[in-house]
C-alpha cells in the first residue's frame, strides 16, 4: 500500500536532548512538509522540500532542523534550541508544481518533554 | 495579518440542520484551495478540492469567491459524524506551499 509513514506515534523527550522524527513515503511525491500543532491550533508549517537535497524554512522554522537525501525521506530534528517542542508533529508529501494536488499525511508524532 | 483565517468555532449544530463557514486567504495570487478535515488527534484528510465555479459533493458545497478572497464551506442536512475540525488550505502561486487556517470546529448534536 503507498501512504506516508510517521515514527514514532508517540516521543518523550527530556530537556535539553535532541531528537529525530521519522518520515517516510512511497507515493514518489516530490514535496514533503512538516507541521506542527498545539492543542486546540492550526498546523503551522516547520520545514518543506521540493526536490532532494533541498528545502525551504517555513513560518517556524527556528529550533528545528531537517534533511532530504532520499525522495523517499524527510526527517526532522527538533533541537535543544527549541523552547516548547511539546506538539504534535504531522508530515505531508504532495506533488510539486501541480494545481489542485491533495496533501496526504502520516499519522503524525506526539512529542512530549518530561 | 495572518495568510489564512478561520472562525475556530465551535459551531454547535443540530443534527439535520446546515451549517456554513467562510475562511480568508490574503494572498491574492493564491491559485489552489482545499478544505481538510480533522477528527482529534488525528492527522488531516482532504475533504474536497475547491473550484472557481463552485463544487458540490453530496452534502457538501464550497464556493471560491476570488474577489472577496475567501472560501466556504456549506454542510447541509448535518450527520453527528461530521463533528470534526475543518481546515482550510490554500496554496501559492509560485507552488505548491500549503497554508492552513487554524480550523474550524463543527460539533453536530442530536
Known amino acids: 500500500d503507498g501512504g506516508i509513514t510517521q515514527s514514532p506515534k508517540y516521543l518523550f523527550r527530556k530537556e535539553g536532548q535532541n531528537v529525530t522524527l521519522s518520515c517516510e513515503q512511497n507515493?514518489?511525491?516530490?514535496?514533503m512538509y512538516w507541521y506542527r500543532q498545539d492543542p486546540g491550533q492550526g498546523l503551522r508549517l516547520i520545514y518543506y522540500?521540493?526536490?532532494?537535497?533541498?528545502?525551504q524554512k517555513g513560518d517556524i522554522a527556528e529550533g528545528y532542523s531537517v534533511s532530504r537525501e532520499k525522495k523517499e525521506s524527510f526527517p526532522l530534528t527538533v533541537t535543544s534550541a527549541q523552547k516548547n517542542p511539546t506538539a504534535f508533529y504531522l508530515c505531508a508529501s504532495s506533488i510539486w508544481g501541480s494545481l489542485n494536488t491533495e496533501a496526504f499525511f502520516g499519522q503524525g508524532t506526539r512529542l512530549t518533554v518530561v | 495579518r495572518k495568510e489564512v483565517e478561520q472562525d475556530p468555532g465551535p459551531f454547535n449544530v443540530p443534527e439535520g440542520a446546515t451549517v456554513a463557514f467562510n475562511c480568508t486567504y490574503s494572498?491574492?495570487?493564491?491559485?489552489?484551495f482545499f478544505w481538510y478535515r480533522q477528527d482529534c488527534r488525528k492527522e488531516p484528510k482532504l475533504l474536497m478540492s475547491v473550484y472557481s465555479s463552485g463544487n458540490e459533493d453530496g452534502r457538501f458545497t464550497a464556493q471560491l469567491n476570488r474577489a472577496s478572497q475567501y472560501i466556504s464551506l456549506l454542510i447541509r442536512d448535518s450527520k453527528l459524524s461530521d463533528s470534526a475540525t475543518y481546515l482550510c488550505v490554500v496554496s501559492e502561486a509560485a507552488g505548491n506551499k500549503l497554508t492552513f487556517g487554524g480550523g474550524t470546529r463543527v460539533l453536530v448534536k442530536p
Open positions: 494572498n491574492s495570487a493564491s491559485q489552489s
Open positions: 507515493l514518489n511525491h516530490d514535496a
Open positions: 522540500s521540493q526536490i532532494v537535497n533541498d528545502f
